[in-house]
Each structure stands twice: as structure tokens, then as C-alpha cells.
């Protein structure tokens, strides 16, 4: 904790406890929070659950009266305030999440700039919410329609995004007129924590955004799930937690938004600009060490040029450095958790034994580290088990096709539906393809794809809403329509 305050400008930034009702809030039991280039501790954490939820339930319901009421121009003022203190500090969060989360500096920089366009762009949106008036049904009515806040909302985030992940539910949420409780993951507090501190700055007032923190993250999720005075929940993280929390909701018929796994496939046409291509893909899989919902999963690859793509590629892969995201010129931070290397690594010994062709990386770290190195792995099929999991992890696996309809069967051939991603230059190929992917976004000779203009979500198991865009804040309105008779 100390060595981690040193590094800071603002240390006030640096908070263990939940933020409630406008409160930092002291519990006696903790949890370790740990650096994953070290395993060591940075800071003992409150260990929030069921209990510590309901009040800051309570203190959102409350706040909510009149957080409901303000102006737009009011939410956009204090939204905006956010935002540039957030901006006037991006070095210190992103020197807190590299060490609770273990991707390099610049990546964490550009993860809080990314998160605060979002606070920056739904303040801008609060003034664009809107109405209807529709045509008379009979001459003595009128029908109007209005957009109302929905209420407390629940928020439970991933250890990924620390920080992003947050900011593109809170911001639309409040933007909307909604108060939120918000659960981030154990791996990743003091980001969320952070955050909290900048929005009391900010004088966002008390009980509109809470933060509880706690290891015993299915209490906490009951919680949110299931409180009658949680109008929406909106959840971040695996498709297997979204499930049984979307069950969770049932019971209050909550409004729900699911941003879930992905499985993204990224084909590279025989059309494709090859050097493009090979740096979209570099970017797309080994951003965060793979760690990103939208990672290239599956890289497809037409036959006529798979071996010249896989030479250009392996010697980029083999280039890249892993280690402590606080040294310079690091390109892969460490994995979260050691089983999460294991799990990747599991992977390609899966698809080793199944007939595919190790090309660089794949060697377990010889101590007992969480740094996986970037890894290359050819002649891989579609039905391997690295083709169908979400990786996770720095692992480009590389599968041969012919031709353009047996790519895309390929691609579609997952239960998930999140990011796709191909490089090819014929117009009516690139129009085709798109049409054809079953995803809620596509890049197409474009690797990294989110942005706060545009509407981020997926389809199938991938999940439920959007955020960003225009869609973004009407995951937290409700509609109402008024009938007037006898005018
Ligand atoms: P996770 O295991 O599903 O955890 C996500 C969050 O859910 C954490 O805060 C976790 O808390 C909490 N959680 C776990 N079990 C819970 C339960 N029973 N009840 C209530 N909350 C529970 O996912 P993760 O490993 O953190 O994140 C990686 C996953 O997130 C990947 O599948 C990735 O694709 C997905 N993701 C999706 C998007 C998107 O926009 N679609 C973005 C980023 C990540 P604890 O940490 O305290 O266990």
C-alpha cells in the first residue's frame, strides 16, 4: 500500500473502503486485494455482503428522489465535472489499476481516457432525452409519450476493465436519472474505489453512486438481483455468472442488461491487406494479455496466403515482452490469477495433442508467476476445444479455410455472438460478410472496435442491451405513455 502510494500524486485517491450514502464506511472484516506481477498484497479491502448491500440500497432509494428530479443541464454539469477530474488524474488511476490488474501503463491510461468518454459523452446525452407527441387516435384525445428514469440500478462489474467497465453503466445511468449501487470485481476494488473518490469530488450528491466491495460475491448478487427496490440490474462478466444472475431477476422482473463472453473469430481473406491485417490482429488478441471480451478468439485464414500470414505473424508475436505493466516498454502484463494461466495453457496443450502445430510461445513460466508468453499456434479446427472456449488469454489460435461461405459457417459456429472481425478489400465480399456474422459488432479491416459513439453489445449467449451511443442511456428509461380523453 505504501510503496503504491509513493507512485501517487493524489494519495487521497487510494481507498479500502465502501462508499455509501457519500461515506467511506469502515468494516472490520477485510479481504486481500493482490498484484498479479507479484502475487504480493497491495491493500486490505472491506469485506462487504448481504447486509452492507441493503444499505446502500437504501441510501440510492433515497437519493434517487431527487437525483429523479434534477435538470439535465444539472446531470450534465456534475456528469462533466466527473469527467475532468478524472482526466486531471489519469496517471495516478492508471498507476492503481496496473497494480491491482496487471496491464501495462499505457494500456491503463488509455482504459481511464476510454471510460471517461463515456462519463463525457452520456453527460452530453441527458440533454438529448426525449418524448413523443403521436397523432390523435380520436378527435376528443391526445397520446403523449414520455422517457422516465427507471430507478436504483445494481451494477456488478470484471476484473478486465476496472474502470471502463464502470463508468459505461454509471455514466448512462446517471445521465438518465438513476442511482446505482455498483459490486466490482474482488480482483479489482481500488480502481472502482477511485472513481468513487473523484465523483465526491465532483459533488455528485450523496447516495447516487454507492460502491460495495466484498469477497462473498453471490450475497452481494442476491442482493442486487432480487432487492424488490433494484428496478434494473446490469452486469458485466462471464456468461455463466449472467445466466444465473438473469435467473436471479426473474423473481423481481427486473429490466436487465447483460454484457457477456465472447468467442470473436477474425478472418483474414485472400483480398486482405496483409501487413493490416497482421497488426489487427496483434491488437485485437494481445491487448490486456488477451484478457478482453472482444479478443480475437480464432483467427481464419484462407489458404492461398495461411502460411505467408502466419510467417508475418509469428515474428510480430515473438516480439512482444511480458512483465510488470509498471516497467517501460512492456507489451503483456501478467495474467490475472495463476489458474488462469494454467486454464490457458491447458488449451494449447489440448490442441498440441489434437494435431495443431505450436509456432512460438506456449512455454510455462519456470517460477511460480502469473507471465504467460504470447503464443502462436497453427493448423488448428474448429472443433478443438481452444476454438470453442473463450481463451482468455494471450493465445492466437490460427485455422485454414477455402472459401468465403465455409469461413463464415466457421465463424457463426459458437453459442456466443459478442465481436467479429475480417480483413478483406472487395466491397461486395466486405458487405456480404458482414451481413452474414452472427455478432452485435463487426470490425472489418479493424481490430479494436469500442468507442462510446457506437452501441457495444452482443447477441446470442453473448448478452442482453447496448452501451455507448444513442442506445446507451435508454437501457435506463422507462417508457410512459399518457392517453388525455375530453379535450
Ligand atoms: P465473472 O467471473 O463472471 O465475474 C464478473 C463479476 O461477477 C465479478 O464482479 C464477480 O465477483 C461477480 N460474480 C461472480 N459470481 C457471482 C455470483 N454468483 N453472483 C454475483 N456476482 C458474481 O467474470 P470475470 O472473470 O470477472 O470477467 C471475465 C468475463 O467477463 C469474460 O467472460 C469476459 O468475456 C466477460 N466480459 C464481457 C464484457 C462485455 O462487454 N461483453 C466486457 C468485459 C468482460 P468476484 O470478482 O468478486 O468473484
Not at 453471490?218 to 458485466?236: M, N, R
Request: charged fraction near 20%.
Amino acid at each position: 500500500m505504501t510503496a503504491l502510494i509513493n507512485h501517487l500524486k493524489q494519495s487521497s485517491l487510494l481507498k479500502t473502503q465502501s462508499y455509501v450514502n457519500g461515506q467511506w464506511v469502515k468494516q472490520n472484516k477485510t479481504f486481500s486485494v493482490n498484484n498479479p506481477a507479484n502475487n504480493k498484497v497491495i491493500a486490505e479491502v472491506n469485506d462487504d455482503g448481504a447486509e452492507q448491500t441493503a444499505l446502500a440500497i437504501a441510501a440510492a432509494v433515497k437519493a434517487q428522489k431527487e437525483w429523479s428530479k434534477t435538470l439535465s443541464v444539472e446531470r450534465f454539469a456534475k456528469l462533466t465535472r466527473w469527467y475532468e477530474l478524472i482526466m486531471a488524474n489519469q496517471d495516478d488511476l492508471a498507476a492503481i489499476m496496473t497494480v491491482e490488474q496487471g496491464k501495462p501503463l499505457a494500456e491503463a491510461k488509455a482504459e481511464i481516457a476510454y471510460g471517461a468518454q463515456f462519463i463525457q459523452w452520456f453527460a452530453e446525452q441527458a440533454k438529448r432525452i426525449k418524448g413523443e407527441v403521436l397523432p390523435n387516435p380520436s378527435s376528443d384525445r391526445r397520446i403523449s409519450v414520455i422517457k422516465q428514469p427507471v430507478g436504483v440500478v445494481g451494477i456488478v462489474t470484471p476484473w478486465n476493465f476496472p474502470s471502463s467497465m464502470i463508468t459505461r453503466k454509471v455514466a448512462p445511468a446517471l445521465a438518465a436519472g438513476c442511482t446505482v449501487v455498483i459490486k466490482p470485481a474482488a480482483e479489482t476494488p481500488l480502481s472502482a474505489l477511485a472513481l468513487a473518490e473523484l465523483a465526491h469530488q465532483a459533488e455528485i450528491p450523496d447516495g447516487v453512486i454507492n460502491i460495495i466491495v466484498g469477497e462473498d460475491a453471490q450475497s452481494i448478487g442476491e442482493v442486487l438481483t432480487q432487492h424488490p427496490d433494484v428496478a434494473k440490474f446490469s452486469f458485466t462478466g462471464s456468461t455463466k455468472v449472467g445466466k444465473k444472475l438473469l435467473e436471479q431477476c426473474a423473481s423481481t422482473v427486473k429490466k436487465v442488461s447483460l454484457e457477456l463472453g465472447g468467442n470473436a473469430p477474425f478472418i483474414v481473406f485472400d483480398d486482405a491487406d496483409l501487413d493490416a491485417a497482421v497488426e489487427g490482429a496483434i491488437a485485437s488478441k494481445f491487448r490486456n494479455t488477451g484478457q478482453t471480451c472482444v479478443c480475437a478468439n480464432r483467427l481464419l485464414v484462407q489458404d492461398s496466403i495461411y502460411d505467408e500470414f502466419v510467417d508475418r505473424l509469428s515474428r510480430k508475436v515473438s516480439e512482444l515482452t511480458t512483465g510488470d505493466g509498471l516497467q517501460d516498454s512492456v507489451d503483456l502484463g501478467p495474467m490475472i490469477h495463476r489458474n488462469a494461466l494454467e486454464k490457458t495453457h491447458q488449451l494449447v496443450k489440448d490442441s498440441i495433442d489434437n494435431g495443431a502445430i505450436l509456432v512460438t510461445g506456449g512455454q510455462l513460466p519456470k517460477d511460480n508467476s502469473n507471465f504467460y508468453p504470447a503464443t502462436l499456434i497453427k493448423d488448428v479446427s474448429n472443433q478443438m476445444k481452444i476454438a470453442q472456449t473463450e481463451i482468455f488469454g494471450p493465445v492466437a489460435p490460427v485455422i485454414k479455410f477455402e472459401t468465403e461461405s465455409e469461413a463464415i459457417e466457421m465463424a457463426n459456429d459458437t453459442r456466443y455472438g459478442l465481436a467479429a472481425y475480417f480483413y478483406a478489400r472487395d466491397i461486395g465480399r466486405c458487405y456480404r460478410v458482414m451481413e452474414q456474422l452472427e455478432y452485435g459488432m463487426v470490425g472489418i479491416n479493424a481490430g479494436v472496435i469500442s468507442n462510446p459513439l457506437a452501441p457495444f453489445g452482443g447477441v446470442k449467449e453473448s448478452g442482453i442491451g447496448r452501451e455507448g451511443g444513442s442506445e446507451g442511456i435508454e437501457e435506463f428509461l422507462e417508457i410512459k405513455y399518457a392517453c388525455y380523453g375530453d379535450i
